[in-house]
T-cell receptor
């Protein structure tokens, strides 16, 4: 069954440390996305990718980097984690075109202390 | 620019009540409109989708109709159940690279 798998499911990080969130999809979708979800803000787009080797800035990219080494994998990197980055992070994949819906992963809950 | 507005942050109903969640959008293109549902501890999942070709989507007892005149895409269900408790997101797909999500409406259904 096609899916989006995120790891880890939960993460506690220290302020100033490096955090890498991983995402793998078996949908063979070209596009992948990273969102964060916070109460009162809904889903906010951090970075996205059109395919292997491409990364693009979303609406709130500051403090985050992304990496897409292959069609299947898309990582979100926090080089210097801060408490304001405590959130739930979702990865999604989707086909090209405006009629395409997204398949989301189950999320990573990140706590930065 | 393109945008989606969901003003209801939280809705509380009793079982068998009628559900109505308001969503309006703004775009200069011909949009595709989505409703996603997110159950506790999970990622959002597609509930239904409507394009300019079909105007109406129905899934699992939920219904949404795309109204170009009022630029609205409200979600309705005749009789909610406790298992419908979740967060519902309205979303707008345009000819740009991404889908734009509303802020979500948290539905609580009391037994």
């Amino acid at each position: 069954e096609a899916a989006v798998t995120q790891s880890p499911r939960n993460k506690v990080a220290v302020t100033g440390g490096k955090v890498t969130l991983s995402c793998n999809q078996t949908n063979n979708h070209n596009n992948m996305y990273w969102y964060r979800q916070d109460t009162g803000h809904g889903l906010r787009l951090i970075h996205y990718s059109y395919g292997a080797g491409s990364t693009e800035k979303g609406d709130i990219p500051d403090g985050y980097k992304a990496s897409r080494p292959s069609q299947e994998n898309f990582s979100l990197i926090l080089e210097l984690a801060t408490p304001s980055q405590t959130s739930v992070y979702f990865c999604a994949s989707g086909d090209v075109g405006q009629n395409s819906d997204y398949t989301f992963g189950s999320g990573t809950r990140l706590l930065v202390i | 620019g393109d945008s989606v507005t969901q003003k209801q942050g939280q809705v509380t109903l009793s079982e068998d009540d009628f559900l109505f969640i308001n969503c309006t959008y703004s775009t200069t293109t011909y949009p595709t409109l989505f409703w996603y549902v997110q159950y506790p501890g999970q990622g959002p999942q597609l509930l239904l989708k409507v394009t300019t070709a079909n105007n109406k989507g129905i899934s699992r007892g939920f219904e949404a109709t795309y109204d170009k005149g009022t630029t609205s895409f409200h979600l309705q269900k005749a009789s909610v159940q406790e298992s419908d408790s979740a967060v519902y997101f309205c979303a707008l797909g345009t000819n740009a690279y991404k889908v734009i999500f509303g802020k979500g409406t948290h539905l609580h259904v009391l037994p």
